[in-house]
């Protein structure tokens, strides 16, 4: 008899718990026999035990159905690839049956499920259902967005705005590769988070540059609409050394990025050659104020660049 390991902060426990004990009629055996086990499975619910521990139960023994939903690299690896075809559509007829019993059986109850787990399961559900249209719901990941952003301040806190704007980029990285989607839904779903969300632009930058490698054919004119997502103010020294050498990017990007780390290049040598001085910088630097030929100059020439890379 297997010993089940009851979920604990998203994982197993390895340590037998006096559930696991009680539950004895639930063997390996009846992992062969899908109807069992949701037979089982109801009369466990029917005692009243707790969701979780439901929970439990069904990503133990779903693992061993399907290894993609353990998480673990080396159940997976351990799987058959080299099959006839016709045991390789045998076969995937089945992976399609234990995923819809599954999602039949998943309790309900909030927090029943690790939600790591979940992710996995909608991952090969989408593998069995999908067509190359319908892959990548951008819909329902922008309506999620807009919501999250729309909660009250208390709810919505700046490292949760932070943690979902790092997730929704490597969404964009991830999506940026299917030829079905369009530019309106990509700009929508990076524009979905206020500027301050993100603290730097590597991972919005990833996924750009990613959607430019696979949509070849975008416009010019596309291109700046990208780009001006981008805060280059924002971008570390690897990534800005990357978007200055990048030839998908329009000139007048690259000159951005070139004015920022020239930017901050300046302000280090200041910030440096303060602490040499014996005077304060911040007063050195009031001491004196730009004349209407200097601040003009610099007006103009910001000008100049703009007329030239547009």
Request: charged letters at 30%; glycine letters at 4%.
């Amino acid at each position: 008899m297997s010993k089940l390991r009851l979920r604990e902060s998203g994982a197993f426990s390895d340590k037998p718990t006096h559930f696991a004990a009680e539950c004895w009629f639930i063997n390996d055996a009846c992992i062969l026999d899908m109807d069992y086990f949701v037979k089982t499975l109801s009369g466990i619910k029917a005692k009243g035990v707790r969701s979780d521990l439901i929970g439990s139960i069904i990503t133990h023994y779903a693992s061993k159905w399907l290894p993609d939903l353990s998480g673990d690299e080396t159940e997976k690896s351990e799987t058959n690839f080299e099959q006839s075809p016709q045991s390789v559509r045998a076969s995937w007829m089945k992976k399609r049956f234990f995923i819809e019993t599954l999602v039949g059986i998943l309790p309900p109850e909030k927090d029943s499920i690790p939600c790591n787990f979940l992710l996995r399961l909608l991952r090969n559900a989408n593998m069995f259902t999908h067509t190359c249209e319908t892959l990548l719901d951008v819909e329902l990941v922008l309506r999620l967005v807009k919501r999250f952003v729309n909660l009250d301040e208390a709810v919505r806190s700046g490292a949760a705005l932070m943690k979902v704007a790092k997730l929704v980029d490597y969404y964009l990285a991830e999506a940026a590769v299917d030829a079905y989607l369009s530019l309106p839904e990509f700009v929508a779903l990076a524009e979905a988070l206020p500027g301050h969300a993100r603290a730097i632009d590597d991972g919005l930058y990833r996924a750009i540059d990613t959607y430019l490698k696979a949509h070849p054919g975008v416009s010019k004119q596309e291109r700046k609409n990208l780009s001006r997502l981008i805060d280059s103010r924002k971008l570390s020294p690897e990534a800005a050394i990357h978007a200055a050498q990048n030839e998908r990017l329009p000139v007048r990007a690259i000159i951005q990025v070139l004015f920022s780390e020239q930017t901050k290049f300046n302000r280090n040598n200041d910030w440096s050659g303060s602490f040499t001085s014996t005077r304060s910088p911040g007063l050195e630097r009031s001491a004196r104020c730009h004349s209407k030929r200097e601040t003009d100059g610099s007006a103009d020439g910001d000008k100049e660049v703009e007329r030239r890379c547009s």
